[in-house]
Structure formats: structure tokens, C-alpha cells
């Protein structure tokens, strides 16, 4: 069965560094999204793409996150200067199709530690 | 404001037990529902959906049932095995919580003992 999948499984990273999250979708998805979770809280959106450009995003998605699909396969997320509270695990999801009752399919996370 | 809430955070129950898992959801205009199932160090898994034009949809060993009235959610799990201990969140998706995005709550951890 196809799956998503995300690398690395989890990234220690110092303050005001830039980190790059990747992800692949499944390959025939069109929509792909990141969502993040903070330990022992819910999953929060954080921003989906399509067609090469962002369709939507949250307020928590500011000018130090960006996202990417520099190639047929990747879907990155880059968060430029790192702050201690984008300390969580980072979600990959993709769907066949962005409106309407379609499934989005999770990668299984990135953990992201800043000290 | 939007929100989409559980009314328990843990619940333990006997292995072949049914489970039941509720949510409340605030937003009238969603119309796409779904529960998820998140094991310890994994991504959310999709268990079950359903549109806002149904009441009721059932899968192999759960049922999820829609009420709009109330504005209630619930994940009804049959004969219940530890393998399906796990949190469980439901999430919706509306037209005016943009189009695209899911809205999760906040989860329930369901406990099955032997």
C-alpha cells in the first residue's frame, strides 16, 4: 500500500538555525500539506500546496516557514530561523484532491527538537 | 471560533468491550468528518469518514455516527482488542474553516486491557 514518507525521523537543531523537513507523497496525490504537533497537543494545520503554490495557511505558518516541491517527488518544509517553541513533531499528509470528502493520508512525523 | 473537542481524555475499557469515543464540533458548515488513530511515535491513520449528508457509516469493526443537531461525533469500536489502543481524534473540514484544512481535537486515549 502506498505511503508517505518523511525524513529524518527526528532533527536536533540549535536556535536561529534553518532546518529542512522532507517528505514524499504518494505519487499519484495532487494536494500536500504539513500540520504540526506540539507534545501532548493536538494536530494543528499549518499550511497546503498545490499546483506549485500555497492553496492555504494558518497564522502559525509566518515568513520563517516555507515550503517547497523542488522536484516530482519532495515536498520540504523549511523553517528558517528556528525558535524553541517549533519544538514538535511535524506532519507530512497528502490527498488525491483538496476539496470534498478526500481522505489526507500522514506521513509518520519528523520530530523536531530545538535547543 | 471554530473548535472540535472530546468530551474524555482517557478511556479503558476490557478487551471485547465495545468503545465508544465522542467529540463536539462548533462549526455548523463542516461537512466532512473523519477520526483518526494515532499510536505512540506514528503519524495520524485514517479510520473512518463521513459527509455531513450522512447519519451513520459503518467499516469493518466501527461505526461512526453524525449528529447534526446536537452537533456530535461518535467513533463506536466493536469487540475491542488491545491493538486498538491508541488516541483517537476526530477532525472536520468546512467550508469556512478553509476549504482544505483539517481541524483536529484534542484526542482520546483509549486504554484496552487484557
Known amino acids: 500500500e502506498p505511503e508517505v514518507t518523511q525524513t529524518p525521523s527526528h532533527q536536533v537543531t540549535q536556535m536561529g538555525q534553518e532546518v529542512i523537513l522532507r517528505c514524499v507523497p504518494i505519487s499519484n496525490h495532487l494536494y500536500f500539506y504539513w500540520y504540526r504537533q506540539i507534545l501532548g497537543q493536538k494536530v494543528e494545520f499549518l499550511v497546503s500546496f498545490y499546483n506549485n503554490e500555497i492553496s492555504e495557511k494558518s497564522e502559525i505558518f509566518d515568513d520563517q516557514f516555507s515550503v517547497e516541491r523542488p522536484d516530482g517527488s519532495n515536498f520540504t518544509l523549511k523553517i528558517r530561523s528556528t525558535k524553541l517553541e517549533d519544538s514538535a513533531m511535524y506532519f507530512c499528509?497528502?490527498?488525491?484532491?483538496?476539496?470534498?470528502?478526500?481522505?489526507?493520508?500522514f506521513g509518520p512525523g519528523t520530530r523536531l527538537t530545538v535547543t | 471560533g471554530e473548535s472540535v473537542g472530546l468530551h474524555l481524555p482517557t478511556l479503558s475499557v476490557q478487551e471485547g468491550d465495545n468503545s465508544i469515543i465522542n467529540c463536539a464540533y462548533s462549526?455548523?458548515?463542516?461537512?466532512?468528518f473523519i477520526w483518526y488513530k494515532q499510536e505512540s511515535g506514528k503519524g495520524p491513520q485514517f479510520i473512518i469518514d463521513i459527509r455531513s449528508n450522512m447519519d451513520k457509516r459503518q467499516g469493518q469493526r466501527v461505526t461512526v455516527l453524525l449528529n447534526k443537531t446536537v452537533k456530535h461525533l461518535s467513533l463506536q469500536i466493536a469487540a475491542t482488542q488491545p491493538g486498538d489502543s491508541a488516541v483517537y481524534f476526530c477532525?472536520?473540514?468546512?467550508?469556512?474553516?478553509?476549504?482544505?484544512?483539517?481541524?483536529f481535537g484534542t484526542g482520546t486515549r483509549l486504554l484496552v486491557s487484557p
Open positions: 477532525a472536520e473540514k468546512g467550508t469556512n474553516t478553509g476549504f482544505q484544512k483539517l481541524v
Open positions: 499528509a497528502s490527498s488525491v484532491s483538496g476539496t470534498g470528502a478526500y481522505e489526507q493520508y
Open positions: 462549526n455548523s458548515a463542516s461537512d466532512y
